[in-house]
């Protein structure tokens, strides 16, 4: 294992891997295989890190306590990237944020920590593949990473499920036995008496009984209340949930057994990490918070007029759901190929989730790089969707605001901004992208300047812009970005080149981040105070970020928003579930559209998580598979038990 010992402050002392580069960039999954990751018992060691657990040889589950870093002289630079409007393909926002951390951390030699999501296993045997970064800005084991790694999300995976099934059991039961017969079995004789459990007692207090009194006191309407939660199976939202595409499952009928007596219903299920639990975890900062987080978790209305909010808590099964968790809770440390630390934790949609990695990953990062480290956290999406939600969900939550937002641009996404053809998954690149256009560039140049005036103006944050190098761009586009950039705003815009050269392509970026970072006079700010009403902050996102005029709601919005102020949810923060491929709700609209109407034609809430999310069109949770997946390219030698085929 060739390497290079860098002694860096904070008591760090790295052992940096050195890249076997070759022309013309490999596979990644070939790249990686040309590279040893060391063992993670060394790179905890380097860092100072003593509280983990070991997941084989080369990954670790970080086991120490969330670290208070609310005062910014306790902490390192925390540093966000983000994107502009991609197109289908992205446009390496992954690769960026692995290439960064390897050339702050192997080449300059200063203490840095990258924090990214779990990827999830349904593009990984889709068509998008996984996400550990491409060419030599990538994270080893890449095999493990794209695929188990520690089992967070089958955790999440089976959390879901239990409570999925508990809904169920419920409605069930209630529909099938008295008042009598449900308490009888809720609370049943031990040790010649009945007692209430702690988590029962809650139930009581919920409902304003005595959780002290003893089950033989309670009048019959009490008894009745405490057992039954009158859940109206129309209006369950909670669905069950797997890590793999299967259109199949978008519609489906439950209860069809023989011994379910007529219990049926339509189900449908959605990919693993859309579950709410994915959100709690990434927001939750401990063990603690998660398990009152999973408590208030809405799942069902009830049949009550007016209809109440029926939660995990309500249905007993809080408590079991965070013992599922209970080790997904803590983040994974892993490395980059050049040798530098990573945690991967959580993976939540950018749509109907905030769509950026664990709270408590970037407070253990901050912590371990120390007072002159960098931690570099990603965000899905573009900036409208990924960095707003950031800001305005995560931040909120955590307290803690970014010193500098890396912003990744490429020519090809801007091309389509400004009329180019249609970029399809799967499909060959249409040829307006493989040759130089800078008319077509120009125009598209619009997109990027949005979202800069959003980052600088309405966050007041300092930017600098990351322009991912194509091997089909020329030097006059690349130029022509760079100056475009620094006119509107930018603090700095650098060529990446870090797929083909790892940490070394992304020198100049990474100098610009820290000179931002050191010289940053701007504090940032949320673009709304939480005590506007949902409408109020869904019109602030609509038509500052995304340019609309205004914003129309269907009567079902209304009627929930209405509800859910009712609740008492209306102090939360908004998340809007929109597509990502345009700074409007319509994906066809490139550019900077302005002057248009912004639907919401449903809205639903994430009590648990911790914000409201209004629908600005039908949200796909449960991705199909293509015609000509990727697991078709996915094998493995049986001798060696070699990974082929994974990208």
């Not at 063992?39 to 990954?59: H, R, S, T, V």
Request: one cysteine or more.
């Amino acid at each position: 294992m060739q390497s290079n010992s860098n002694l860096l402050k904070n008591g760090w002392k790295l052992e940096c891997l050195k890249l076997n580069k070759v022309k013309p960039v490999p596979s990644d999954i070939e790249i990686v295989r040309a590279h040893k990751c060391k063992p993670i018992a060394q790179l905890a060691n380097e860092i100072n890190l003593d509280k983990y657990d070991l997941y084989g040889q080369y990954k670790a589950k970080v086991t120490m306590q969330t670290p208070d870093v609310s005062d910014p002289s306790s902490r390192g630079k925390y540093v966000v990237v983000t994107g502009i409007t991609p197109t289908p393909l992205g446009e390496g926002k992954s690769t960026t944020t692995i290439g960064l951390a390897q050339s702050i951390g192997a080449i300059i030699g200063k203490n840095c920590f990258a924090c990214i999501r779990q990827p999830s296993q349904g593009p990984t045997f889709g068509i998008k593949g996984g996400a550990a970064g491409g060419g030599y800005s990538q994270v080893m084991p890449m095999e493990d990473f794209n695929l188990h790694l520690t089992g967070d999300i089958h955790a999440i995976t089976a959390a879901n499920n239990l409570i999925a099934a508990a809904i169920d059991a419920r409605a069930f039961h209630e529909t099938t036995q008295s008042d009598q017969a449900l308490f009888n079995r809720l609370v049943p004789f031990k040790h010649g008496k009945r007692e209430f459990n702690k988590i029962q007692k809650k139930r009581l207090e919920k409902l304003g009984i005595n959780p002290n009194a003893k089950p033989g006191d309670l009048l019959p309407e009490q008894v009745r209340d405490f057992s039954r939660l009158n859940i109206d199976t129309k209006a369950i939202i909670w669905h069950r949930v797997m890590d793999i595409n299967d259109r199949f499952l978008r519609k489906i009928t439950i209860g069809q057994g023989s011994n379910e007596k007529g219990f049926s219903r339509e189900e449908q299920f959605d990919i693993s990490v859309a579950s709410e639990l994915m959100a709690v975890l990434a927001l939750a900062n401990d063990l603690r918070d998660v398990r009152e987080r999973v408590g208030r978790i809405v799942v069902a209305q009830s049949r009550h007029d007016p209809p109440r909010a029926i939660t995990c808590e309500d249905l007993g099964v809080a408590g079991a759901v965070t013992v599922l968790l209970k080790d997904a809770v803590k983040p994974t440390l892993i490395q980059t190929l050049e040798g530098t630390p990573v945690l991967v934790h959580c993976g939540p949609f950018a749509n109907i989730a905030h769509g950026n990695s664990s709270i408590i990953a970037d407070k253990i990062a901050l912590k371990l790089v120390g007072t002159d480290g960098y931690v570099l956290t990603e965000c899905g999406f573009g900036a409208d969707v990924g960095l707003e939600k950031f800001i305005n969900i995560k931040c909120r939550t955590s307290g803690i605001l970014p010193d500098c937002v890396v912003i990744v641009a490429s020519v090809r996404a801007l091309k389509m901004h400004g009329g180019g053809p249609t970029v399809t998954p799967g499909a060959p690149i249409p040829k307006a992208y493989q040759e130089e256009n800078l008319e077509l560039l120009k125009n598209g140049l619009c997109n990027l300047k949005a979202h800069l005036h959003n980052i600088t103006q309405h966050f007041q944050l300092p930017v600098v812009v990351a322009i991912n190098r194509f091997t089909s761009d020329t030097e006059a586009e690349l130029q022509l970005v760079r100056k475009e950039a620094l006119a509107a705003g930018a603090t700095d815009a650098c060529i990446a080149d870090n797929w083909a050269q790892g940490g070394e392509g992304a020198i100049d970026l990474a100098n610009a981040v820290i000179r931002t970072c050191e010289k940053n006079s701007m504090t940032g700010r949320y673009l709304y105070d939480e005590r506007l009403s949902i409408k109020q902050k869904i019109e602030r996102i609509a038509c500052t970020i995304y340019g609309a005029e205004s914003v129309e709601y269907s009567e079902v919005a209304d009627d929930k928003i209405k509800r859910f102020e009712a609740f008492g949810y209306s102090k939360l923060p908004v998340c809007i579930a929109k597509t990502h491929l345009s700074l409007s709700h319509d994906p066809n609209i490139k550019g900077a559209p302005s002057g248009f109407r912004f639907p919401i034609i449903d809205i639903r809430v994430a009590a648990g998580a911790g914000f409201v999310y209004p629908l600005a069109g039908t949200i796909q949770t449960m991705p199909g598979l293509p015609t000509r997946p990727a697991f078709y390219d996915i094998d493995i030698d049986p001798d060696t038990e070699e990974i082929e085929g994974l990208f």
